[in-house]
């Protein structure tokens, strides 16, 4: 694989500083937003697409899957995860080194009871990368299986004042949607330069509508978070900066 893919160098340096993502408002509400969708997990095979320490991976362990198996871009972030899980002295996840932009057929994938595609479609350069990550999403799901995905909404003025943890910036359009840098209020902060498609942020169905059906949000309103305090989180559920949701891969 190029060594010089930007996506690639991006989340390696940002490696070491990913974990503190989950320590900020929008993270805690993500991992929440997870909990709800990820639950029914017992003995499932589970595709991670983008899984880089394998968070997600891991939830999906937690909530019952026999085993997991990770692609990722990011030799360093995955790494990182391998460390992690040698440290627990598990081995229920297997690790992949590929670019969910480009084809999987290398990979001795599938087939899966359910896919996580968590933090992958922002990072398509054009239509056509978008519907391979699509394509691969659904290439190696059971039919009826599941998937779990995310969308983030680049243009969310919740995300112009940092309150909720990160914050948008640099926005440049270019055809067919826009380029920014998404930065976190961490300290060290994640710095992501980051493309997302108006076909993506749009929430259009038209590319993802060919591999699944039955898309659904998960309610941001059912988390103990916003429950907690629906003040701080009514600018955002306004606006919503992250959208968490499933989808069926038809039978």
């Known amino acids: 694989m190029d060594a010089e893919n930007p996506v690639q160098g991006n989340y390696d340096k940002n490696a070491d500083a990913y974990g503190q993502f989950i320590a900020t408002p929008l993270g805690?509400?993500?991992?929440?937003?997870?909990?709800?969708?990820?639950?029914?997990?017992?003995?499932?095979?589970?595709?991670?697409?983008?899984?880089?320490?394998?968070?997600?991976?891991?939830?999906?362990?937690?909530?019952?899957?026999?085993?997991?198996?990770?692609?990722?871009?990011s030799r360093e972030m995955m790494r990182l995860g391998q460390e992690y899980e040698k440290s627990i002295?598990?081995?229920?996840?297997?690790?992949?080194?590929?670019?969910?932009?480009?084809?999987?057929?290398?990979?001795?994938?599938?087939?899966?009871?359910?896919?996580?595609?968590?933090?992958i479609f922002d990072h398509a350069h054009n239509a056509e990368e978008l519907e391979k990550m699509w394509h691969n999403a659904a290439a190696y799901l059971k039919p009826g299986g599941r998937l779990i995905a995310n969308r983030n909404n680049p243009l969310s003025q919740s995300?112009?004042?940092?309150?909720?943890?990160?914050?948008?910036?640099?926005?440049?359009?270019?055809?067919?949607?826009?380029?920014?840098?998404?930065?976190?209020?961490?300290?060290?902060?994640?710095?992501?330069?980051?493309?997302?498609?108006?076909?993506?942020?749009?929430?259009?169905l038209e590319i993802p509508g060919k591999f699944f059906k039955d898309f659904q949000n998960v309610p941001w309103k059912e988390t103990p978070v916003v429950k907690a305090d629906p003040e701080f989180w009514k600018s955002y559920l306004a606006e919503p900066i992250l959208y968490i949701f499933t989808a069926r891969k038809p039978e």
């Open 28 to 73: 805690t509400l993500e991992q929440q937003l997870f909990d709800l969708s990820i639950k029914d997990c017992d003995g499932l095979k589970v595709l991670d697409l983008g899984g880089g320490t394998g968070l997600r991976a891991r939830d999906a362990l937690n909530a019952g899957a026999r085993a997991v198996d990770v692609v990722d871009i």
């Open 89 to 119: 002295a598990r081995d229920c996840i297997t690790w992949y080194h590929g670019d969910i932009s480009k084809s999987l057929d290398h990979l001795p994938l599938g087939p899966y009871d359910m896919v996580i595609a968590n933090g």
């Open 159 to 204: 995300a112009a004042h940092g309150n909720y943890g990160v914050t948008f910036t640099d926005c440049q359009d270019f055809p067919g949607g826009l380029s920014f840098r998404y930065r976190t209020t961490t300290d060290p902060p994640l710095d992501f330069e980051s493309t997302a498609l108006e076909a993506y942020y749009s929430g259009s």
